[in-house]
């Protein structure tokens, strides 16, 4: 059978070094004492005449040979790098960071396999994180029109938010968010947690708690600093007195501000059967030492996950809902100032690092060739 350079060919080489280096791996004392000893030992013909005079014919010989022919030493590489550049139009782009550095025998590959087996699932889920600062010269968001404005914010994301891929529109809230589990409740800790702070009947229920960094929620404890930063805690009442960032990881409910089965006692807070870690989102907490209050929240964290649609990868569709959410936290910058990551983000960054490494490795081959040229 004819072998096809333009795919064949590259997957038959990809295989035969992938194949090398895994050998290479397993046996690499072969690969380092081997070339001492054979170095060790042509090094005899220094002292051994009759190797010399051995070695010095091998590259005589060698020498003319090429001299003769010097046409097959010239054009014969020249044609066989032309050959296997064909492979290049095959070429597929292997970026995804969670995969790129697993081996491919690796068990998290073999898992992800069963489960699309299992799940029909053809794409990869894929996230986005926020972190919001107050913009208006108070860091403390530790505040009700903070909480107002972040329980927005999260209600237009969630019923309101459309991105464009390819020319088609999709709703985040129905057509990619619906499709995980933890996407509609990935905030829920947030929301819980000001819903608590801000009601003095929750506050008093003896089954919601927050002694920071847990939040006990009925029977359920959160961890608050995955979604608070630059919390201060008030060290005679235990309450959160500021919080400067808030990190969202997306899982959105509301709950009955009325409702007496809810208690904050930081790190936990208790709602109704469960329990929340709140340092999950709150960062740069402050606690009342003498009531155990939260009195201040630096930064809240939040966090969405990010499905695929149609054909469309996760991926693709995280850098859709992540330049439309940009342009929607443009327009409260004067509430917000926001910071993002995303696997996309290490992706660009990684590019970067291959782009501005490029220069000086050719900068390195050219003085090598010229070292070697002139020498």
């Not at 040979?65 to 590489?77: C, E, R, S």
């Not at 909480?147 to 985040?172: M, P, S």
Request: glycine share 6%; proline share 5%.
């Amino acid at each position: 059978m004819f072998l096809n350079p333009f795919g064949v060919l590259q997957d038959f080489l990809a295989h035969v070094f992938h194949r090398y280096g895994i050998f290479v791996g397993k046996h690499p004392d072969a690969f380092i004492i081997g070339p001492i000893l054979l170095t060790g030992f042509l090094s005899f013909g220094c002292l051994n005449v009759k190797m010399s005079d051995f070695l010095a014919h091998v590259f005589h010989r060698y020498g003319i040979f090429v001299g003769k022919h010097p046409d097959a030493f010239i054009i014969g590489p020249i044609l066989l790098t032309g050959f296997l550049s064909f492979g290049c139009l095959n070429v597929k782009m292997s970026d995804d960071l969670r995969f790129l550095y697993s081996p491919e025998d690796s068990p998290s590959r073999f898992e992800y396999q069963i489960h699309q087996n299992f799940s029909g699932d053809s794409v990869n889920s894929s996230l986005v994180a926020v972190a919001l600062q107050s913009s208006d010269g108070n860091p403390n968001m530790l505040r009700k029109e903070i909480a107002e404005n972040i329980r927005n914010l999260n209600n237009f994301i969630q019923q309101n938010l459309t991105l464009t891929i390819d020319g088609k529109t999709y709703h985040f809230g129905n057509d990619i968010c619906a499709k995980l589990v933890l996407c509609p409740i990935s905030n829920t800790p947030v929301e819980i947690f000001f819903d608590v702070h801000f009601s003095e009947k929750l506050k008093n229920d003896p089954r919601v708690k927050i002694d920071w960094p847990i939040m006990k929620f009925f029977e359920n404890k959160f961890f608050l600093p995955t979604f608070f930063y630059g919390v201060e805690v008030d060290e005679k009442y235990g309450n959160l007195t500021k919080i400067e960032l808030i990190h969202l990881v997306y899982h959105i409910s509301g709950i009955d501000e009325n409702d007496p089965r809810v208690k904050i006692d930081w790190p936990i807070m208790k709602f109704f059967e469960n329990k929340f870690f709140l340092p999950t989102f709150f960062y740069g907490v402050q606690v009342d030492e003498k009531y155990g209050n939260l009195t201040k929240i630096e930064l809240i964290h939040l966090v969405y996950h990010i499905s695929g649609i149609d054909e469309h990868p996760s991926l693709e569709v995280s850098r859709a809902f992540e330049n439309a959410l940009n342009e929607m936290l443009n327009d409260k910058k004067n509430i917000f100032q926001s910071a993002m990551f995303s696997l996309n983000i290490l992706k660009d960054e990684m590019h970067k690092n291959t782009t501005y490494t490029f220069p000086f490795i050719a900068l390195t081959m050219f003085l090598l060739m010229s070292f070697t040229v002139g020498s």
